[in-house]
C-alpha cells in the first residue's frame, strides 16, 4: 500500500516537472522567435512609414532620410512628431500628423508642408469612416484629398477653410458632411501648428 502511494506520488511529481519543462521550452521557443522577427518586423514597419512620407512630398523634394531627422515639437498640449525635409543639408518642408474627430472616430492625416507653409501633400493614414461614403477621403477610393496641395493658410481666409455647405471652398460628399469636414478641420489645424512652430521646426536643428 505504502508502496503504490510512493510510486503515485513519484509520477505526479514527474508529470508536474514534465509540464513544467514543457512550459518552459515554450516561452523559450517563443522569445526565441520575438528575437528573430522583432527587426524584419521593425525594417517592415520603417519601409511602410518611409513609402507614406513619401506620398505626401513631390518626387526628389528631399534628399535625406526623413525618419533620422525627426523631432517632437510644440508644447505638451500640442506636441507633435514632426519629419524635417531636407535639401543640401537645409530644411526646405515637413510632415507630421494632424486628426480631428470624424463620424464614428478620429480621422488621422499626414501633412506635407513647405517651408512657406504650403501644402505638399495630405494622405489619410487611419479612419473608420462609413464604407461607399465616408471612404472617399482615402486616395485609392477617390482623387478629394488632391484638392488640398497647393493651399496654404495665406491663399484663403480663415472662413474658406470649410466645405461649401458651410460656406467654405471644398467640397462635401453626399450624405457624408461629417468626414470631408473633420478633413477640412485637421488640414487647417496643421497649417495652424505648422505656422505656430515655423522657426523651430526650420531653424531649430542643425543639418544632418
Given amino acids: 500500500m505504502s508502496?503504490?502511494?510512493?510510486?503515485?506520488?513519484?509520477?505526479?511529481?514527474?508529470?508536474?516537472?514534465?509540464?513544467?519543462?514543457?512550459?518552459?521550452?515554450?516561452?523559450?521557443a517563443l522569445a526565441i522567435a520575438n528575437d528573430?522577427?522583432?527587426?524584419?518586423?521593425?525594417?517592415?514597419?520603417a519601409r511602410d512609414l518611409q513609402a507614406t512620407l513619401a506620398q505626401v512630398l513631390p518626387a526628389?523634394?528631399?534628399?535625406?532620410?526623413?525618419?533620422?531627422?525627426?523631432?517632437?515639437?510644440?508644447?505638451a498640449g500640442g506636441e507633435r512628431l514632426v519629419y524635417r525635409a531636407r535639401r543640401s543639408g537645409r530644411v526646405v518642408g515637413a510632415v507630421f500628423q494632424?486628426?480631428?474627430?470624424?463620424?464614428?472616430?478620429?480621422i488621422v492625416l499626414l501633412i506635407g508642408v513647405d517651408a512657406g507653409g504650403s501644402l505638399l501633400g495630405v494622405r489619410v493614414v487611419k479612419h473608420v469612416e462609413t464604407?461607399?461614403?465616408?471612404?472617399k477621403i482615402e486616395i485609392g477610393k477617390s482623387k478629394w484629398i488632391l484638392g488640398?496641395?497647393?493651399?496654404?493658410?495665406?491663399?484663403?481666409?480663415?472662413?474658406?477653410?470649410?466645405?461649401?455647405?458651410?460656406?467654405?471652398?471644398?467640397?462635401?460628399?453626399?450624405?457624408?458632411?461629417?468626414?470631408?469636414?473633420?478633413?477640412?478641420k485637421a488640414?487647417?489645424?496643421?497649417?495652424?501648428?505648422?505656422?505656430?512652430h515655423r522657426d523651430e521646426i526650420l531653424d531649430g536643428a542643425k543639418a544632418k
Fill in 36 to 45: 528573430l522577427t522583432r527587426e524584419r518586423i521593425a525594417a517592415a514597419e
Fill in 148 to 184: 488640398f496641395e497647393g493651399k496654404s493658410l495665406a491663399s484663403l481666409p480663415a472662413a474658406q477653410w470649410a466645405v461649401k455647405k458651410d460656406g467654405g471652398a471644398f467640397d462635401q460628399f453626399a450624405g457624408a458632411t461629417i468626414t470631408p469636414r473633420a478633413v477640412v
Fill in 3 to 28: 508502496d503504490g502511494l510512493a510510486r503515485l506520488r513519484l509520477g505526479l511529481s514527474w508529470q508536474g516537472v514534465s509540464l513544467g519543462l514543457m512550459a518552459l521550452l515554450a516561452s523559450a
Fill in 98 to 106: 494632424s486628426a480631428a474627430r470624424g463620424y464614428a472616430a478620429d
Fill in 131 to 135: 464604407p461607399g461614403l465616408g471612404d
Fill in 187 to 196: 488640414v487647417k489645424g496643421g497649417l495652424d501648428f505648422f505656422a505656430a
Fill in 60 to 75: 526628389g523634394f528631399a534628399d535625406n532620410d526623413l525618419l533620422a531627422d525627426s523631432q517632437r515639437v510644440g508644447d
